[in-house]
């Protein structure tokens, strides 16, 4: 009788095959089987299949590891074929931990591995791809100081030092995200075809912005389409003898950095609104910096020419002190007068726009799949996503499958704003579309791809790395104490900062003093100055522009507090000038580098330790000094020696979660990846913090 053959471990068949365990586990990976190490059991039918495998070309020929192939073979100079994974078998690789082929490069010295692969990748992923066991890396890891789980993602600066230690070099290929823009930004410069100016108003409150994109809208669309009726998707578009001009319909600098800061410039020229009864008032000129910061050019409209007792020359003077000299006096920036009430003046002020559009010489191909940014995105009233998109380059089509921001979905209809459904949108053409699986965010990038699963892959690892993100620390655009590695890294150049003080008086005194400072290669460029507390809008500049905000007797808005912590500006307030030019001096000069220091917060003394089947290993603990809290970082510690350094998996006061356990109460604690935890080890709960170096 035949005898029934059930799952076999490595280890016993590396026995039956004469080999070592980890050469077979080479060899297996080879296959496309994954397996994690030693005690792993294999299927009957994977058995067969490493066995026939060895047959075939007889199991010393194969299994023999590179290094010895090398050492026989002194004068094979030539590397084995590097075999590239295909993008199909990196994604499998990292969906579900199957992996791919290997490539090796016998080098004579010293032979070392190459392994291809995506990042961010997972720490199981990675053993398997270096054919070890994923708790092997994961010791090795935690010897570099990163405490890992078996799935946790790992960078590619931690995954080349790991696999410098098990002989591969770790090489990273492009993410699918990547290859994807890698398409969408080839040009064919052949094909490119003038496309319509992208409009912004901006301009200080009440000075008519909102009434000059009516009259536009109105006199404009209704004489362009008899009985033309528009609707408000976020953008319109007009057409004149001369060409089309898109407008963006939400006035002001704060959307149009909003989107900048998710970045995203979708405007060509900015139309500057000056009333002429008021002038050059605050917002004007932080209007002005805006625009320039984002680089986008200034055409001027002096509106509200019909007030009687109007002084156009002053208005013009006032504009020319900030660095907006009209044509007409000598300068360089187009100046029109209008007036958004009687629309006298609107006429010409279109044709300035293409006229300057024209300068610009803007081009887009219209041959190829689409690209662009949205507008706005909302619900429909049947609950369906919508989003309005301004198509940059390429044409949208229905039936396209589109990325916008973290969504994706399949063009159902293109809607333009003259409530119309449109077969195509070409460069510069806004459109709702339909189809989307979520409402993207205005500013979100929008892209064409080949289809649904590529949409879906790209889309969840954006998703993936969102909440990444949002687990970490903020702090993520420049500061101070980060400029001047920054620079070393040749990351910047200049320092960009912002300045809000007080009153006038100490921002002409502060302003003056930092233009002063005598720095030889770097540059210091201030970018937008103004009186008042930091409100939102700066904290958008300077994410925007990666400035760093100084204020000096200021405070911060409510809002801008909101937006500091989402967007992650440094934002410094001091009270007494000489320490703002002094801490700006000192980064200029590299001299406010961070130094990071643990700050203790409380100590656990393990009592006892419980394994419990869902939750792991949890320690018993009785908090001796301190808080413990469920968000601390912590280490532990075993006879004077720390043993784990990571997150808390867990705290909880019998069966519940707690938030924190203070001194003198008892608690379980589950440490994050880490099971060994033993009776009298002490768990320290700490916080680093950055601290910027006294002067
Ligand atoms: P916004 O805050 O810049 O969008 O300004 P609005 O467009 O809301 O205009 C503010 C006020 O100025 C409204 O009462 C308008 O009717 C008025 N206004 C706007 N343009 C003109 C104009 O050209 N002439 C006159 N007389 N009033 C205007």
């Avoid at 998996?649 to 379980?668: H, P, Q, V």
Wanted: charged share 30%; glycine share 8%; proline share 4%.
């Amino acid at each position: 009788m035949k005898k029934k053959k059930g799952p076999v471990k490595v280890s016993d068949l590396a026995k039956q095959l004469k080999l070592s365990s980890k050469e077979l586990i080479g060899r297996i990976s080879e296959l496309g089987i994954g397996v994690n190490s030693d005690r792993s059991t294999l299927a009957e039918a994977t058995v067969k299949k490493v066995k026939k495998a060895f047959s075939k070309k007889g199991p010393r020929a194969k299994v023999k590891p590179q290094k010895k192939v090398a050492k026989v073979k002194p004068k094979r100079k030539k590397p084995a074929k590097l075999i590239e994974p295909t993008v199909e078998e990196n994604e499998i690789a990292l969906t579900k931990a199957a992996p791919p082929k290997e490539e090796v490069i016998p080098k004579e010295k010293p032979p070392q591995k190459i392994v291809k692969v995506k990042f961010p990748i997972t720490v199981k992923d990675l053993a398997s791809r270096m054919s070890i066991g994923p708790s092997l890396l994961i010791k090795n890891l935690m010897d570099l100081r990163v405490f890992a789980t078996i799935n946790q993602l790992i960078d590619e600066g931690i995954a080349k030092q790991a696999g410098e230690k098990f002989g591969y070099r770790i090489e990273s290929l492009p993410t699918i995200e990547q290859e994807t823009m890698a398409v969408y930004e080839k040009q064919d410069l052949s094909k490119l075809k003038p496309r319509a100016p992208v409009i912004t108003l901006m301009g200080h409150v009440d000075h008519g912005k909102t009434s000059l994109l009516d009259y536009i809208r109105k006199s404009k669309i209704i004489d362009f389409e008899k009985g033309g009726i528009t609707q408000h998707i976020g953008a319109y578009r007009v057409c004149l003898d001369k060409g089309e001009i898109t407008f963006l319909d939400t006035p002001g600098h704060e959307a149009f950095t909003a989107m900048r800061a998710r970045g995203a410039t979708a405007t060509d020229i900015v139309i500057l609104v000056v009333a002429a009864d008021d002038g050059v008032k605050p917002q004007t000129i932080e209007a002005i910096d805006h625009a320039r910061a984002a680089k986008v050019p200034i055409v001027v409209a002096v509106n509200k020419i019909d007030k009687p007792n109007i002084d156009i020359d002053k208005v013009k003077k006032q504009l020319s002190e900030i660095g907006l000299t009209a044509e007409d006096w000598g300068g360089k920036t187009i100046t029109v007068n209008v007036s958004a009430k009687m629309g006298e003046g609107v006429e010409k002020l279109l044709e300035m726009i293409l006229l300057e559009a024209e300068m610009l010489e803007l081009k887009a191909d219209p041959t190829k799949p689409a690209g662009g940014v949205v507008i706005e995105g909302k619900l429909s009233k049947g609950g369906g996503p919508v989003a309005t998109v301004l198509v940059k380059n390429g044409s949208l089509h229905p039936g396209d499958v589109v990325i916008c921001g973290k969504y994706y979905g399949k063009i159902r209809a293109l809607i333009d704003d003259r409530i119309h459904k449109v077969k195509e949108a070409p460069p510069s053409m806004p459109v709702e579309i339909l189809g989307l699986n979520g409402v993207p965010d205005a500013g979100d990038p929008f892209i064409v791809v080949d289809n649904e699963r590529k949409a879906k892959e790209i889309t969840e690892l954006r998703l993936q790395k969102i909440k990444e993100e949002k687990l970490a620390p903020v702090a993520r655009k420049i500061s101070l104490e980060d400029f001047y590695a920054e620079v070393q890294k040749g990351k910047i150049k200049e320092l960009k900062v912002i300045l809000k003080t007080d009153v006038q008086g100490s921002l002409e005194a502060l302003r003056d003093s930092l233009m002063k400072i005598d720095t030889k290669e770097l540059k210091l460029n201030i970018i937008h100055t103004a009186v008042g507390d930091v409100n939102e809008s700066d904290v958008l500049l300077a994410a925007a522009s990666n400035a760093v905000i100084i204020g000096l007797h200021a405070g911060k808005t409510a809002e801008a507090e909101k937006a500091i912590k989402r967007e992650g500006v440094d934002v410094k307030l001091y009270a007494i000038i000489y320490e703002a030019i002094s801490d700006v001096k000192a980064a200029l000069e590299g001299m406010l580098e961070p130094k990071l220091k643990d700050v203790f917060l409380g100590r656990a003394v393990v009592r006892q330790v419980f394994k419990i089947s869902k939750a792991g290993t949890v320690a018993g603990c009785y908090v001796q000094k301190g808080t413990i809290r469920r968000t601390n970082d912590c280490r532990m510690i075993r006879n004077g020696k720390e043993v784990y350094k990571g997150k808390l998996s867990s705290l909880k006061r019998f069966k519940d979660d707690i938030k924190e356990a203070a001194e003198g109460y008892e608690c379980g604690i589950g440490l994050d990846g880490f099971e060994d935890i033993q009776r009298g080890d002490i768990i320290e709960a700490f916080e680093v913090q950055k601290i910027a170096r006294k002067l």
